[in-house]
């Protein structure tokens, strides 16, 4: 069964840290990119940052220098690390696997970031 499943969301204060992973399963996790999205409230889901096969990465200009893609192909995860969360990065995060002609999307994890 091919599935995406994230978790390590909750509640953070401002300036805090969280760690998301999303485990994959059914697929040939090493070819894929994956990504993380973000949907707020009322808002477009947008491009968080991704990570190639290659292990090659980019994030949005919003959370570049505070959050970080990886991956453990060993392990079918990759993680997005979250430093000095704010606001404004309140959101459901969602996790991407694309290989071109498939495309596959996890549930969402909520995030959280309020004093």
């Known amino acids: 069964q091919v599935q995406l499943v994230e978790s390590g969301g909750g509640l953070v204060q401002p300036g805090g840290s969280l760690r998301l992973s999303c485990a994959a399963s059914?697929?040939?996790?090493?070819?894929?990119?994956m990504g993380w999205y973000r949907q707020a409230p009322g808002k477009q889901r947008e491009l968080v940052a991704t990570i190639t096969s290659s292990s090659s990465t980019t994030y949005a200009a919003s959370v570049k220098g505070r959050f970080t893609i990886s991956r453990d192909n060993a392990k079918n995860t990759v993680y997005l690390q979250m430093n000095s969360l704010k606001p404004e990065d309140t959101a459901v995060y969602y996790c991407?696997?694309?290989?071109?002609?498939?495309?596959?999307w996890g549930q969402g994890t909520q995030v959280t970031v309020s004093s």
């Open positions: 059914g697929i040939i996790f090493s070819l894929y990119t």
């Open positions: 991407n696997a694309d290989l071109i002609i498939r495309n596959i």
